[in-house]
């Protein structure tokens, strides 16, 4: 199904700001269009594992939940236009409430970045 909806990558290799945006998104994929806000973050390779939160919705009084899932990265293709795109194929997928997720995210960046200096 082809569906923009805002995402944020997680992987060790991919830390930071990582705001994109889906091209299509189905039961065993995501297309992902490497942009927005993490125009300069590295392109992952062939086979690496990321973890993606897609944003869904807001529906009024059961507040904003998100598509959880881990992927393996299946290709990733230069686009002329728009950017390069990552296709994952999903091994997992889980619907969580976003706030919350995103706040443990904000808790452990710090101490992850540590790690990584």
Not at 76 to 101: Q, T
Request: proline share 5%; hydrophobic share 45%.
């Amino acid at each position: 199904m082809d569906i923009k909806l805002r995402c944020h990558v997680k992987s060790p290799a991919v830390w930071g700001a990582s705001e994109m945006y889906t091209e299509n998104i189905s039961r065993s994929g995501v297309l992902i269009a490497w942009g927005g806000e993490g125009k300069g973050l590295p392109l992952p390779s062939a086979g690496q594992i990321l973890t993606v939160d897609v944003e869904l919705p807001a529906m009024h009084g059961f507040g904003q939940k998100c598509i959880h899932c881990q992927g393996t990265v299946a290709r990733v293709a230069e686009a002329n236009e728009g950017g390069p795109r990552v296709a994952l194929r999903v091994n997992y997928m889980d619907f969580r409430a976003f706030h919350d997720k995103l706040r443990v995210v904000e808790a452990m960046q710090p101490v992850a970045n540590s790690w990584m200096a």
